[in-house]
């Protein structure tokens, strides 16, 4: 059965932060981030950036790796920008997606039907030219991951410790062994539905509450931010009455992990998918656009 994951994700502008990455687009990245035109993730994971200028699918890859290697096709996850300012952090509806499927990371570069994604800014890994080994490659990451291996691997195959060695030499051959175990991609890099009964990305994402840290974030009381809340952590509480979860758990150390999450049948998941997406076009929030890949 589908699950529904409301899932946070960090949004703010580069300050001084200088990714290596060059080119027209990765300049335009770093203009919007700059402007903050839209809440976009530091290393555009989830990749709304790309999205929009390729006009290919909505994809994840890099960050919430726990949460990536729950997810299955036909789940759905609702996307909240958290941003600061100067009293603490400002939340944002930005969009709700449905998983198409999941591919490894490998697959960007030895299938073609995915190649399209080698161009996207959310990718760990590349083979080297005789692809006989798989090298740690951040172009336009400020801030490359140093457990780049752990996001890729098969979740939780490895040993940490092993997995930590191994990524401190930027490098891995397919089938080495690490931790006793051979390393092989796992199947964590999603793709999401671009069908718009599916998939819908807001092109004016609303704010819909604030936290002050440590403290759990306050909804805004006006009509549209009660409508989100009704729909998402009210609809979870239906199904989980014990649960009392937020968007910010009220903890210092990953305070928006795990997200919250509720499983449904395929009936209930369409229709309030449906709904949900028919609430956010009458607010008038309306669609992102996508260019036209070419």
């Not at 096709?73 to 400002?90: A, M, R």
């Not at 697959?107 to 798989?134: C, H, M, Q």
């Not at 239906?238 to 990953?254: A, E, F, G, W, Y």
């Not at 369409?270 to 008038?284: A, H, N, P, T």
Request: glycine content about 8%; some cysteine; proline content about 8%.
């Amino acid at each position: 059965m589908p699950k529904i994951f409301l899932s946070p994700y960090k949004s703010e502008p580069l300050n001084g932060r200088a990714p290596v990455g060059c080119g027209k687009v990765f300049a335009r990245f770093q203009r919007a981030l700059e402007q903050d035109s839209w809440p976009y993730d530091g290393g555009d994971d989830p990749s709304f950036f790309c999205r929009n200028q390729t006009g290919n699918a909505l994809t994840w890859g890099v960050c919430r790796a726990d949460v990536r290697a729950q997810l299955r096709p036909g789940d759905i996850v609702v996307f909240f920008s958290f941003s600061p300012d100067s009293t603490g952090l400002v939340y944002r509806l930005s969009a709700l997606a449905t998983v198409e499927q999941k591919i490894k990371h490998s697959s960007i570069f030895l299938d073609p039907v995915f190649g399209a994604y080698r161009k996207y800014f959310n990718l760990l890994v590349k083979p080297t030219r005789n692809r006989s080994e798989w090298i740690h490659d951040e172009p336009y990451a400020a801030e490359p991951h140093s457990d780049w291996l752990n996001r890729v691997a098969v979740y939780r195959a490895h040993p940490k410790d092993y997995l930590r060695a191994q990524c401190a030499t930027g490098r891995v051959r397919l089938g080495q062994p690490v931790g006793g175990k051979p390393f092989m991609f796992g199947r964590n890099y999603v793709l999401f539905s671009e069908e718009p009964e599916h998939t819908i990305v807001l092109k004016e994402p609303p704010t819909i509450a604030h936290a002050e840290p440590p403290r759990a974030e306050q909804w805004r009381q006006d009509k549209r931010s009660m409508g989100i809340w009704d729909r998402t952590f009210g609809e979870l509480r239906k199904h989980k009455p014990s649960c009392q979860r937020t968007l910010r758990l009220n903890k210092t150390q990953h305070p928006h992990s795990p997200p919250a999450r509720w499983e449904v049948d395929d009936n209930f998941a369409q229709q309030w998918r449906s709904e949900m997406i028919g609430f956010l076009l009458r607010q008038g929030l309306g669609r992102s656009t996508t260019a036209k890949a070419g």
